[in-house]
């Protein structure tokens, strides 16, 4: 395989793991400039680009290059020759960017410590050492998930085992996992720590069963005092994978061995895992994230701006979290991209410059009627379930509460009868419209939990108001 050719596979297998905001700002202005035997040469635009690209992606790109080729490969970062060519003049507002994310970073109260030998292994295992329990915004939609995983740390093996984290696509599971890992390595440099995405166990698995060494398999896995598992959903029908991780979870949980798991859907909604697994997984505590309300989404925009020392005027953070969704990871998509168009055309950031940014990812509000498929649409993604989901006669309260706001949006929003709301959800009576419609506006008048926020995002993203 060519230089360009890998790289085009590795691009095709990246597309897959960020949103397309993060991989046009981040990854398409990457060109590769050869390979020599183990080496990747890779040019970015500029400095600013480089300091990020590596801090927030290098790992991902190395996974990727892993997966891909079947080869450890090391990347070697060029700057463009163009770039170097210009002088401190044009390129002054990047360099004080990237001057003032260094200073910030090198900050006695901002610097890391050490990395011990000991910690050596635990990295290796995958965890981030951004991810940590300091920098996770906690608001009401996640402060039971934040406290229980906060407190598993203090109790390994012996309190919430297992530990089950569940909540829709990029509302920070994955960052709550690894903060787990990170603050038990942080305690006690001799924990034996093991975080594996769903994916990289059940590749692993197969691995050493086509290379005959499942002992090893077992001994790597059963000798840890804290297993991480991400995204277990994707062992839906994986019959092989999910009964070694049986055996695995018993071993552990019988030497009273530390074990979370995160998912997309409570335990009894995952499709095609075995039942004695889902009765385990409730043996200790099941926690869940619901989508971030409109405060917490305004403080992740602005602690994400701190870290990078930027300054972000109230009106863009607000315009931000008013037009994203319950998908975080879709929120930083878009603050990533206002900050990378910023630093390389020297921009001040504006509301007006955000919108310009974002022009060409965030629909404008139009002025055409509202179909039912817009509105289920948007709701399936605010709340994060299929739309499919939200038509179904599935009564679960992930499924029914969505379900509800969406029909109040519909008749109140929308020119829609009862009996074509009903229709429309999947062939319901038109009564129970009515009972939905009923119940949105009692919790909105009387504000009720976080209903009459959420409709309101959800309206904006509708362009409704």
Request: proline letters at 3%; a positive charge; charged letters at 30%.
């Amino acid at each position: 395989m060519t230089s360009s050719t890998i790289w085009k596979d590795c691009l095709n297998d990246v597309t897959k793991h960020i949103s397309p905001q993060h991989f046009a700002t981040w990854f398409r202005p990457i060109r590769v400039l050869g390979e020599e035997d183990s080496l990747i040469k890779l040019e970015v635009p500029n400095r600013f680009f480089l300091e990020w690209i590596k801090e927030h992606y290098q790992p991902l790109i190395e996974d990727v290059l892993r997966r891909v080729t079947k080869k450890n490969y090391t990347l070697e970062w060029n700057v463009s020759s163009a770039e170097n060519k210009e002088g401190a003049g044009k390129n002054s507002a990047i360099n004080s960017s990237a001057e003032k994310a260094r200073q910030l970073l090198e900050a006695p109260e901002h610097k890391a410590p050490q990395v011990k030998p000991k910690r050596r292994a635990s990295l290796a295992h995958n965890l981030s050492k951004r991810y940590t329990f300091e920098r996770y915004i906690v608001g009401k939609a996640n402060e039971f998930a934040h406290a229980a995983c906060f407190a598993v740390t203090k109790h390994l093996g012996s309190k919430y085992n297992p530990l089950f984290i569940y909540g829709g696509v990029g509302l920070g599971k994955t960052h709550l996992l690894q903060a787990i890992g990170n603050h038990v390595i942080e305690n006690n440099e001799s924990a034996n720590v093991c975080y594996y995405t769903s994916e990289r166990f059940m590749n692993e698995f197969i691995n050493f069963v086509s290379r005959h060494k499942m002992s090893d398999f077992r001994k790597k896995f059963r000798n840890v005092d804290l297993l991480l598992i991400d995204d277990i959903q994707f062992w839906g029908g994986k019959e092989r994978t999910q009964e070694e991780f049986f055996h695995t979870f018993n071993a552990l949980y019988e030497s009273h061995k530390q074990i979370v798991v995160t998912s997309d859907k409570f335990p009894k909604e995952i499709d095609g895992i075995e039942e004695r697994l889902r009765s385990r997984f409730e043996w200790g505590l099941v926690a869940d994230i619901q989508p971030p309300d409109m405060e917490t989404k305004v403080a992740i925009i602005r602690k994400k701006a701190t870290e990078e020392a930027i300054t972000l005027p109230d009106e863009v953070a607000m315009w931000l979290a008013s037009i994203s969704g319950s998908n975080v990871r879709e929120l930083e998509g878009y603050l990533n991209r206002i900050l990378a168009v910023s630093s390389l055309t020297s921009q001040e950031i504006t509301l007006d410059m955000s919108k310009e940014a974002l022009k060409n990812i965030v629909k404008e509000r139009g002025t055409e009627k509202l179909t039912m498929n817009d509105i289920q649409k948007t709701v399936s993604e605010f709340f994060n379930i299929k739309q499919a989901e939200i038509k179904s006669k599935r009564r679960h309260r992930s499924i029914a509460g969505p379900r509800q706001v969406a029909m109040y949006i519909a008749r109140e929003h929308g020119d829609f009868s009862y009996p074509e709301i009903g229709f429309a959800f999947g062939g319901k009576d038109h009564s129970t419209a009515i009972h939905a419609v009923k119940k949105i506006t009692k919790e909105i008048k009387e504000d009720i939990g976080s209903t009459k926020k959420e409709v309101k995002e959800i309206l904006l993203k509708l362009g409704v108001i």
